[in-house]
Nanobody
Framework: QVQLVESGGGLVQPGGSLRLSCAAS????????MGWYRQAPGKQRDLVAA???????NYPDSVKGRFTISRDNAKNTVYLQMNSLKPEDTAVYYC?????????WGQGTQVTVSS
């Protein structure tokens, strides 16, 4: 059974940094696209960053220049480096992996930006 497990969330002050990791287990394949999404209370789940199997990246304007997504295909792991964090970045962050017509989600990790 394929599972995505996120780690690295926590509480950080405004202006601080966090690095999230998402490791895949139980898979014998390399994901096509991988990405990070976030969901704040009462809001929809939105894309934060995406990366193709070839390394092409995509970010919404709200995080562009502050967040960086990367992946280690040998480890089937994707990372999200988050810098200059703002209170509005507070949310549960989810990892997503696409393989052919299948979509896999992690369980989420809480990121709280507060002083």
């Amino acid at each position: 059974q394929v599972q995505l497990v996120e780690s690295g969330g926590g509480l950080v002050q405004p202006g601080g940094s966090l690095r999230l990791s998402c490791a895949a287990s139980g898979s014998t394949f390399m994901f096509d696209a991988m990405g990070w999404y976030r969901q704040a209370p009462g809001k929809q789940r939105d894309l934060v960053a995406a990366i193709s199997d070839g390394g092409l990246t995509n970010y919404p304007d709200s995080v562009k220049g502050r967040f960086t997504i990367s992946r280690d295909n040998a480890k089937n792991t994707v990372y999200l480096q988050m810098n200059s964090l703002k209170p509005e970045d507070t949310a549960v962050y989810y990892c997503k992996g696409d393989y052919r017509r299948y979509v896999y989600w992690g369980q989420g990790t809480q990121v709280t930006v507060s002083s």
